[in-house]
């Protein structure tokens, strides 16, 4: 870290306190070169996430957006806002840990519709219906089929645990 000052590259850290719940790290620094103190931050970067959406336009990635369309399809169900709020909460998580800053809207659909597969079957077939735009029953099938073999294997793993 360069001194603020001089800009010269012989500095030392003389204090490091956690601030903000270990958010932060605050680091009080001298420059051994004209004396000046100064003061920097570390902090956890989080990348805005940028959606892609099927017709190329990128948009930044809105929690609230995600939240009403969950809360939509789970309307009437026995899903509570908390669940809705951790399905979202894990979403976003997963994104901020991927590489790529720039995520797909299908992408997304992909990863709510796993979170509802095991919280409730009418709330994901409901989003579902909306975010595959299903054109036929065929394509609506395959998808209550894949429910199905997933809740199966979830119960295995469940008993060999
Ligand atoms: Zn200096």
């Known amino acids: 870290m360069k001194c603020s000052q001089c800009a010269s590259a012989d500095t030392k850290v003389i204090e490091s306190r956690d601030v903000t719940e270990g958010q932060a790290i605050r680091r009080r620094r001298s420059c051994n070169a004209c004396g000046h103190r100064f003061t920097t931050y570390e902090r956890v970067e989080h990348p805005q996430i940028i959606v892609i959406k099927n017709n190329g336009v990128r948009e930044l990635f809105s929690r609230e957006k995600l939240l009403a369309g969950l809360y939509r399809a789970c309307e009437k169900t026995t899903v509570t806002n908390l669940q809705i709020e951790q399905v979202v909460a894990d979403i976003e998580k997963e994104l901020q840990q991927c590489a790529d800053p720039e995520v797909s809207t299908s992408k997304i659909g992909d990863?709510?519709?796993?979170?509802?597969?095991?919280?409730?079957?009418?709330?994901?077939?409901?989003?579902?219906?909306?975010?595959?735009?299903?054109?036929?029953?065929?394509?609506?099938?395959?998808?209550?089929?894949?429910?199905?073999?997933?809740?199966?294997?979830?119960?295995?793993?469940?008993?060999?645990?």
């Open 111 to 161: 990863l709510v519709m796993e979170g509802l597969a095991n919280l409730n079957e009418v709330a994901y077939v409901r989003f579902a219906s909306v975010y595959r735009r299903f054109t036929d029953i065929a394509g609506f099938e395959q998808e209550l089929s894949q429910i199905k073999e997933k809740k199966t294997s979830t119960k295995i793993k469940k008993t060999k645990v």
